[in-house]
């Protein structure tokens, strides 16, 4: 089983950047599968960004060209890159992972079993 836990979060300007991290610890976090999602208050959760083992990654819509999903292994951690942060990013961000290869469902919630408890991402306009 792995746990997850989130830094990074902040208030930032329209424009700015963030970098999410998700640290992973109790299992080995290069062979699962890995995703961001957000949830803003009134909405349900979404997903923003999700990868494979096999490199493979899927971007929301509305962030695509902006977000970055990476990890790096050898320090058991995820990333997410956010440029050019907009007032409608805001929310709360949750890594996600799962042991399964999940493929075209990535940005799909109810694959991913572990779940961090998420940081607060506000954009101010």
């Known amino acids: 089983q792995v746990q997850l836990v989130e830094s990074g979060g902040g208030s930032v300007q329209s424009g700015g950047s963030l970098r999410l991290s998700c640290a992973a610890s109790?299992?080995?976090?290069?062979?699962?599968?890995v995703g961001w999602f957000r949830q803003a208050p009134g909405k349900e959760r979404e997903g923003v960004a999700a990868s494979n083992s096999d490199g493979s990654t899927d971007y929301a819509e509305s962030v695509k060209g902006r977000f970055t999903i990476s990890q790096d292994n050898a320090k058991n951690t995820l990333f997410l890159q956010m440029n050019n942060l907009k007032p409608e990013d805001t929310a709360i961000y949750y890594c996600?992972?799962?042991?399964?290869?999940?493929?075209?469902?990535?940005?799909?919630?109810?694959?991913?079993?572990?779940w961090g408890q998420g940081t607060q991402v506000t954009v101010a306009s």
């Open positions: 996600a992972a799962s042991r399964i290869y999940t493929g075209t469902w990535r940005l799909r919630e109810n694959v991913y079993p572990y």
């Open positions: 109790g299992s080995t976090f290069r062979y699962y599968s």
